[in-house]
């Protein structure tokens, strides 16, 4: 019987045992690598990062970043995505990296549970569910004490558990705060005080920790230590404004020395601080650290602090910038008119445009943004009463106001006091705000408001604010009294 010749076992029966061994692996494998990717990644879907893992969300949160270790349906994973509470968001994809841009503020001191069914959205190994307990920022606030051994001295006042308010002093008893600022990861506060090593009642800054990190829940910072900065027995530093990304913070310092060399300076994140040029005592500064708004003659000016921030700008006729939105894009000015009349004005600063909100005989006091993305501000606003037998008197009112059409609803009456300070709170569910009762100015070390009157008590009071901006309601918001002291600030 004849063989039949093919040139493939011919070939085979040539090779040696080695060459036909590797030959048989190489084929082998080459079958394994078919049959993988004929069947697909039988590995379990699992989440291989996840960017909201021991961090506190807060205001400032923007996304939640998740990334899978195969490639999956993106309508399923935001058909099965479940937050409780809600939490507001949009997606968007990169691959098997998915971002959840919130849209809304989370509520601070609350805890949200996500889960994400994740063996329901492949065949094969079934694995997990992915579920995470996401923890928001503490409901807690910053004020100077005015009451005992708090007198003078800053105070962290814990009120997420409202039942079980918790209280930490930050500050030594021989420093007397004038004025703090917050940085904005809420771990540290910058301030000035009354220093018993300088002479005459100087004031120099330092920050101090709050024990918090927002960042890194894992990782312990103790409370209260103290750091000076920038130590010159030459200056006084009277006033700070720090920017809330805690890019910029500007000084107002005044040569005790020489009292004609007095102005702003400016200290970047790192670095010392170096001078603008400009007198001035009433100025705020632009979140993101770019711009100053301060108060001159004749108008409002918006410096530039940074090299991207473009010209100068000066905005006649304005009093003066109450507040900056979050975005930074707006900002809020009281205007004096030729009637004698007052103005409340919005002035976009990319279009550089700028729009009435309302007008009325007296002066707005103060005005913050509402965080919220609806167009809101609650302002304080004064009545000028005169009783019988008694000079004219400004009696403040808080009010809320619709910054689109300019209708004002009055909240709550503030009187005996024109010198409230105002906080809102970072997820717009709360606004603070003080009140103080003055005496002649005695020494020194006597706190003091911005008019110079020294502080005999305070109190700092809690207004809840609704939750939904878009229901109307003509139920008053009942005020609540926190605690003895003045000058609150949300922690962010």
């Not at 918790?166 to 904005?184: A, H, S, W």
């Not at 120099?204 to 209260?224: A, D, H, R, S, W």
């Not at 005496?439 to 408001?449: A, E, K, M």
Request: glycine share 8%; charged share 20%; hydrophobic share 40%.
């Amino acid at each position: 019987m004849m063989e039949r010749f093919s040139p493939t076992t011919a070939l085979w029966k040539k090779l040696s045992l080695f060459d036909r061994t590797v030959g048989a692996i190489a084929i082998i494998l080459v079958l394994l690598i078919t049959v993988v990717l004929l069947r697909g990644n039988q590995s379990p879907l699992m989440v291989t990062q996840y960017s909201w893992r021991n961090t506190n969300i807060g205001a400032q949160t923007q996304a939640l970043a998740m990334t899978f270790n195969h490639p999956i349906d993106p309508g399923k994973i935001e058909a099965g995505l479940t937050i409780d509470p809600p939490l507001a968001g949009k997606t968007i994809w990169q691959g098997r990296r998915w971002f959840y841009t919130l849209t809304d503020i989370p509520r601070y001191g609350t805890n949200y549970q996500l889960t994400l069914p994740l063996p329901a959205m492949v065949r094969g190994p079934r694995g997990q569910d992915f579920t995470s307990l996401i923890t928001s920022r503490a409901r807690a606030l910053v004020y100077i004490g005015v009451a005992d051994e708090e007198r003078g001295r800053l105070i962290l006042y814990n009120i997420t558990n409202p039942q079980q308010p918790q209280k930490i002093i930050l500050t030594p008893k021989d420093l007397t705060v004038r004025q703090f600022q917050i940085y904005p990861q809420g771990d540290r506060l910058v301030f000035t005080a009354t220093d018993p090593t300088r002479r005459g009642g100087q004031q120099n800054i330092f920050t101090v920790t709050t024990g918090i990190n927002n960042l890194n829940t894992q990782t312990k910072v103790l409370p209260g230590k103290l750091e000076r900065l920038w130590e010159d027995q030459d200056y006084d530093n009277q006033h700070i404004a720090l920017a809330a990304n805690g890019g910029a913070l500007v000084i107002a310092r005044e040569n005790s020395q020489n009292p004609a060399d007095a102005g702003l300076w400016v200290a970047p994140r790192e670095g010392n601080p170096r001078p603008l040029g400009i007198n001035a005592d009433k100025f705020i500064v632009a979140p993101n650290g770019n711009f100053l708004a301060v108060a001159q003659d004749g108008g409002v000016g918006l410096i530039p602090l940074t090299p991207d921030a473009g010209a100068p700008q000066f905005l006649a006729a304005m009093e003066q910038a109450l507040d900056f939105s979050a975005d930074g894009k707006q900002l809020l000015l009281t205007q004096q008119n030729p009637d004698f009349s007052h103005s409340l004005i919005i002035y976009n600063l990319e279009e550089r445009t700028q729009r009435e909100v309302l007008q009325g005989p007296y002066p707005l006091l103060s005005c913050r943004f509402d965080p919220r993305s609806q167009p809101k501000a609650y302002c304080l606003q004064a009545d000028f009463i005169q009783r019988e037998g008694e000079p004219v008197q400004p009696e403040p009112y808080l009010a809320m106001i619709n910054l689109i059409n300019g209708q004002a609803r009055p909240l709550l009456a503030l009187p005996n006091y024109p010198e409230v300070d105002l906080s809102i709170a970072p997820d717009g569910l709360g606004l603070m705000f003080d009140q103080v009762a003055t005496g002649p100015n005695l020494g020194s070390q006597d706190l003091l408001t911005n008019s110079q009157r020294a502080i005999v008590d305070g109190r700092v009071w809690l207004l809840p604010l609704p939750g939904d901006l878009t229901a109307e309601t003509n139920v008053d918001p009942a005020p609540q009294e926190l605690t003895a002291g003045f000058a609150p600030r949300w922690m962010p």
